[in-house]
């Protein structure tokens, strides 16, 4: 039986399947209650995750959200039922936690993860367009460094308390998200107020990882694939996700079109590209989506553990520093266009920089 299934996930149809599944569980998650267009986004979610821990005081984006350690645990519980819970550790574990860094840094200046770039394609927010190209033009500047030998180094076997580390800090979290304690911060307004109940995330979350640990659902990995050897099988999840969300936001009435004043969403070209090319090409320098990231994590491997707390950090960072974008704003019929402050901006062109660098630098030259 395990084999079956093993093999239907491995599938294009798994694939498919699976991406369904997630695009309708986070179009449904927004009607229940989290942020429109955002009822699945890591850099988002991992951003209030930094707040109500105190990483940043914007008093605005600070929730506790379970579906981040509900990612963690669900793909552990696969790995641990599939026999694939193996702990592994490669190198350059700084590199990792700044490439985090950096990504979350894009993410937030484009106001959105992967994930969430195609809910908001999927809820009518036209600027996930822009997105998607910033995303693939960086993500193919990484598919040309790890075609010239780029390489962070191998994963070899480590020591399995290790790989219990990240699962026992989200189960920690977790409790954290259910006690409350006085310390823990959250929102009374503004997108962090909005989330749906606490046991339906739980259960959205841990399905998803479990999903996407069984199919190695990827959407940086899709992009790298069709680029690097024309394989499209991961691109059919990406695309059946989409299908799904933008089908639910047609049945609910939640498909709005367009590009200005779109929810929590800016409509300055310029750097929803760039946020996200930057974003591409540190997801591709470290192996993965933000989403992605979070299952390895699970599943044993503590490079993805470390790069997932350089993005918790990153998303810190945005906030304290000011290098956040800010979103459209519509009053009284006048338009103000959002994006990043000079902060923001230059915190982008560091990031390009630090990742140009190391695609250069940590090349193996093969015979």
Sequence with gaps: MRHQISAFFASRWGTVFVGLVIGVLAAWLVVLGNPPNMGVCVACFERDLAGAIGLHRADVVQYLRPEIPAFVLGSLAAALLFG??????????????????????????????????????????????????????????????????????????????????????????????????AFIFASVKGPGSLHAPILISLGAGLLIGFLAQRSRFCTMGSIRDALLIRDFHLLYGVVAMLVAAFAVNLAVGKFNPGFAAQPIAHSNTLWNFLGMVLSGLAFALAGGCPGRQLILSGEGDTDSGVFVLGMIVGAGFAHNWLLAAVPDKLAEGVLTVGGPGFNGQIAVGIGLAFCLILGFAMRERFE
């Design 84 to 181: 694939e819970f193996r702990v592994r550790a490669g190198s350059a574990p700084i590199a990792r936690f700044f490439l985090g860094a950096f990504a979350a840094i894009g993410a937030l200046v484009f106001l959105g993860c992967p994930w969430r770039a195609i809910l908001r394609l999927a809820g009518g927010d036209l600027n996930a367009l822009i997105g998607f190209a910033g995303l693939a033009f960086g993500i193919g500047i990484g598919a040309l460094f790890l075609k010239n030998g780029f390489t962070l180094g191998r994963a070899r076997e480590a020591l399995k308390p290790v790989g219990w580390i990240m699962p026992g800090l989200m189960i920690g979290l977790l409790i954290l998200a259910f006690v409350q304690p």
